[in-house]
């Protein structure tokens, strides 16, 4: 379809927004409140631009032939400038304006306004959560983490509360966050603008710990920040920066580097056997699994009728952050109070699973992928010119499968491949799902393992997760991530996120397990090694009381 | 008054006994537009609906009459309720809905009782009536809002397409219309000297006879002013429609059109009256805060700007402002009608701009002296 741009004349898709199109088309047009992928709501009154003499919000109109519009008249330009002054007003001034990561200071410097005419009014309470803080002084009232809780999320946690001016996002009936059936996922911090929501930081309590001689402070790091933390440091996404990551680590002082990849081995070796056992015993079907805290705080709160089929293994780093404390401690003589196990993790989630007291605080600190990032610049390195380093061995040798955990489909394909090959004793010839791999929020396929069809699936986001288990009958296997796309969208990774980024950061994941020479858990050495002199077996009654753990049930609000 | 005849049941039996399209096309034929403010023709929209494949259909009667300066229709539901509950009834069945709301107005909480009453007393069919109370804000005036708050969510306007002819109510198509054009359903359709051009003018402020005069469209504004005795200033609109100076428009018909010349607007014909004593300033001020309570907070203009405007105000009112804040006030008040979702802040500063326009004097005379 034509329209008129400016007086040029231009080619647009009928059934994309003008925002979009003129978007693409490389036109500047400022927006706040529209997210791409969700529903335009029109709230933010920033992406105006001029149509037969009417200011008209791009983010819901779409073009009708012989449309003409203006983008940039003075009309269109003073409109914009007011309502970027009426939310700068909201968003605290305290608030540089050189601020890059907050979209909005990007937009008041592309408007070049320097300062709004309208001074900060409000003054609102700061809800300290345990993972996931907001502080309502520096929102806008952009509603994208209102929609990305109730969409994406199927969660609607947090909403608007109060009208007018006195309009805020609060959750249930103006509660704290920790009071209410917030899952902790962060998806709100990686919607918000403008840094008005965050995660809770412990990185001082680290260095402090750091400091503290007498303490042996062990780290791990999740599947997923490897691919994802250069961004941090201006390096392309996609990058694998895990050489760089462990020599960082090791200069901040910690005093040895493990891989939450090896965790994520034995997880898969307890929960395969896990599903053998259920295949042999006829069920609970679906098993599901449990990698995920906000997933299993979100069937804590609205599915209670799940907990026969939830996996007991504990997650990952819980269960390299057990490890450290005993098997490891045991090893090297020392007291296990004089562990420190710091796991650093793309998630809010698991800020608050290391405060749930039947995990009896084997890891002591979660840092998110920006936290340290912000940590390793407190130190001042240099990370872009680091030389590669390795893992220390103790706990440090993976395998591809411990490495795709980090993306959806990940966790399903490594059980896949160990329940394939000890469920029936054959070597399984092509290693990869491709049934579980890619950007859907929903991915199913079956095995055939000893003569039965075993039906498995994966759902990343909640609100796709409710969808699957509408139909959850019909399958034996059914993984699931609270973040889309997996943990390498957790709401603790490098900020800005979008749908190019996290496919490529998907592909750095993918690319890791291909170049491992190991691509199975259970050929992993150290797990091979864990289980001969420590464990037993997979199951054996000393892992079920290590590795494994329950659910408690939560209210709906 | 044309509005308070009555049709005693003779207008719904005879849509019975004739059928939808005989009342769609009577009432086009009459002329009966919306009486809520946009004047879309009652007969068409009703047609739309019928239009519609969707066999569950709702009829939502707008009695949420929020806007400042207008009680008309409270005035219909105390004396002619009759014929308002059957024009109802026959919108219902014309579209063949099993369920009608009457949203009304939370403060009209006193009329509750007697409209129900009348409801059981001649609502014989199996229709339901159900008369729904708003919480009183005043966004809810706006449709879309009627329908999320009838649904249960938080009365916020949505986003039009869809219109509610077609995606209302629960998301299925309804007829929305104010109190005044679903009374006047049951006199078109069976007064054969039924006038269109009758329409119920809300007068107040500085007159000596407030109250609902029944006129021609087309009535010139002095006429108006005589019958309630006044000598005004200005004239303000209701809250939205804005206000003009009194000597300069006083021949004014009353139209839509001619009143949008003077940049006002009529809506829902209320006529509020400021006398020569009055400050402008003051009833801006006063207005400004309505608005800054009433946003419903949902787009940027108008969550903050009618808290900017009022601020400023009352800044110009204490005699602490310059002639830079005039200029800020005049650009805020024009982004906030230009650039707002909803009605509600499109119109809210309409009364700002044109009080600049009619009568930039007194508020120049207001400035901080030092200057
Ligand atoms: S952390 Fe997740 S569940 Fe909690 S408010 Fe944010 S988006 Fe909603
Ligand atoms: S907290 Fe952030 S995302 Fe949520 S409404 Fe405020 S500014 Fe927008
Ligand atoms: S998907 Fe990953 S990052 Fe997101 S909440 Fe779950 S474990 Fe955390």
Redesign the pocket.
């Known amino acids: 379809m034509q329209i008129r741009v400016d007086g040029k004349i231009i080619e647009v898709a009928k059934d994309k927004t003008l925002l979009i199109s003129l978007k693409n088309l490389g036109y500047k047009i400022p927006s706040i409140c529209y997210q791409e992928g969700l529903k335009p709501e029109g709230r933010c009154r920033l992406c105006v631009v001029e149509i037969a003499g009417k200011l008209v919000t791009t983010c819901n109109t779409y073009p009708k032939e012989g449309m003409e519009i203006t983008t940039n008249n003075d009309r269109v330009k003073v409109a914009r400038k007011v309502n970027s002054e009426l939310l700068m007003s909201e968003h605290v001034q305290t608030c540089s304006i050189e601020n890059q990561d907050h979209e909005l200071c990007q937009i008041i410097q592309d408007l070049g306004i320097r300062e709004s005419r309208f001074n900060p009014k409000r003054k609102w309470k700061v809800d300290l959560g345990a ?2 803080i ?1 502080d309502n002084n520096k929102c806008i009232n952009c509603g994208r ?1 209102v929609q ?2 109730a969409t ?2 199927a ?4 909403d608007f509360a109060g009208r007018g001016h006195k309009e805020r996002v609060a ?1 249930y009936s103006d509660h704290e ?1 920790n009071d209410v ?9 990686a ?1 918000c603008p403008v840094g008005a ?1 965050s995660e809770r930081e412990h990185i001082h309590e680290v260095i402090e710990v750091l400091k503290d001689s007498k303490k042996h402070v062990v780290v791990q790091t999740a599947p997923s920040i490897r691919a994802a933390l250069g961004e941090e440091f201006s390096m392309p996404a996609g990058t694998l920066v895990t050489g760089k990551m462990v020599a960082a680590l090791r200069k901040c002082g910690f005093d040895k580097i493990f891989d939450t990849n090896l965790g994520a081995d034995l997880t898969i070796m307890e929960e395969a056997s896990e599903f053998l056992n259920r295949v042999k015993k006829g069920g609970p079907f679906p098993m599901i699994t449990t990698c995920c805290p ?1 997933w299993i705080k979100y069937m804590e709160h609205f599915y209670h009728d799940l907990l026969p089929n939830m996996s007991s293994c504990k997650s990952p780093h819980e269960m390299l952050g057990i490890l450290a404390n005993t098997y490891y401690a045991k090893k090297i003589n020392k007291p296990r109070d004089d562990i420190i196990v710091v796991s650093i993790m793309p998630c ?2 698991k800020k608050f699973e290391i405060t749930r007291p039947e995990l009896t605080s084997d890891v002591d600190f979660v840092l998110t992928t920006r936290e340290v990032a912000k940590l390793i610049r407190h130190f001042c390195i240099d990370f872009k010119n680091l030389n590669d380093e390795k893992f220390d061995p103790a706990l440090g040798i993976s395998t591809g499968a411990g490495a795709i955990f980090g993306a959806s489909g990940g966790v399903m394909e490594a059980a896949l491949r160990t329940a394939y090959e000890l469920g029936t004793g054959k070597e399984l010839t092509k290693v990869e799902f491709d049934q579980l791999r890619g950007p859907k929020g929903i991915k199913e396929g079956t095995v055939n393992v000893n003569g039965i069809d075993i039906k498995f699936a994966a759902a990343n986001g909640l609100a796709n997760a409710r969808e699957l288990l509408k139909n959850k009958d019909k399958y034996h296997f059914i993984e699931i991530m ?1 973040c889309p796309g997996g943990c390498i969208a957790g ?1 603790g990774q490098p900020l800005p996120v979008n749908e190019e980024i996290i496919a490529k950061r998907m592909e750095a994941i993918y690319e890791e397990d291909r170049l491992l020479p190991l691509r199975k858990s259970h050929e992993n050495p150290i797990v091979k090694k864990i289980y001969k002199d420590y464990l037993d077996h997979p199951l054996s009654k000393k892992a079920e009381m290590i590795l494994h753990t329950y659910y408690t049930p939560r209210s709906e609000f | 008054m044309q509005i308070l005849k009555e049709s005693s049941m003779m207008a719904f039996n005879k849509t019975v006994e004739k059928g939808p399209k005989w009342v769609i096309d009577t009432l086009k034929n009459k002329g009966l537009t919306g009486r809520g403010g946009a004047g879309f023709p009652t007969g068409t929209k009703w047609e739309m609906v019928f239009n519609e494949k969707e066999t569950e259909k709702y009829v939502v009667c707008n009695a949420d009459e929020g806007e400042p300066g207008t009680f008309k229709d409270r005035m219909i539901i105390e004396k002619n309720p009759k014929t308002l509950i059957e024009g109802i009834m026959i919108a219902c069945h014309v579209i063949t809905a099993k369920k009608a709301f009457i949203y009304l107005r939370g403060e009209y909480e006193c009329l509750k009782e007697n409209l129900q009453k009348t409801i059981d007393e001649v609502n014989t069919s199996d229709i339901e009536i159900q008369i729904f109370q708003g919480a009183g804000a005043y966004v809810c005036g706006d449709e879309t809002a009627i329908l999320r708050s009838i649904e249960g969510y938080r009365g916020h306007p949505s986003l039009k397409p869809p219109f509610p002819t077609v995606q209302g109510l629960f998301e299925k198509p309804t007829i929305i219309n104010n109190v005044e054009t679903l009374t006047n359903v049951p006199l078109a359709l069976m007064m054969d000297d039924w006038d269109p051009k009758l329409k119920l003018f809300s007068l107040s402020g500085k007159v000596k006879h407030p109250g609902v005069y029944e006129l021609k469209e087309g009535t010139p504004l002095s006429k108006l002013i005589k019958l309630g005795d006044g000598e005004p200033k200005a004239i303000h609109f209701g809250c939205f429609g804005g206000c003009l100076a009194y000597e300069q428009f006083k021949d004014i018909p009353l139209t839509p059109e001619e009143v949008l010349k003077a940049d006002c607007f009529l809506g829902s014909c209320a006529v509020i009256v400021t006398d020569k004593k009055t400050s402008i300033i003051d009833v801006a001020t006063n207005i400004a805060k309505f608005y800054e309570f009433e946003s419903c907070g949902k787009c940027t203009p108008c969550r903050e700007g009618t808290m900017r405007v009022l601020a400023i105000l009352e800044n110009i009112a204490m005699g602490q402002a310059n002639s830079a804040d005039i200029d800020t006030l005049l650009e805020l008040a024009i982004v906030i009608r230009d650039t707002s979702f909803c009605g509600l802040g499109q119109t809210a500063t309409n009364h700002v701009i044109n009080a600049i326009k009619y009568f930039r004097e007194e508020f120049e005379e207001r400035l901080c002296k030092s200057e």
């Not at chain 1, 059936?181 to 911090?189: L, N, V």
């Open positions: 993972s996931v907001r983490c990305v809780c994406i999320q969660t609607y946690a947090i959750p966050l059936a917030c899952i902790k996922c962060g998806q709100c911090i919607a929501i906000a809010t989630a609270a709401g």
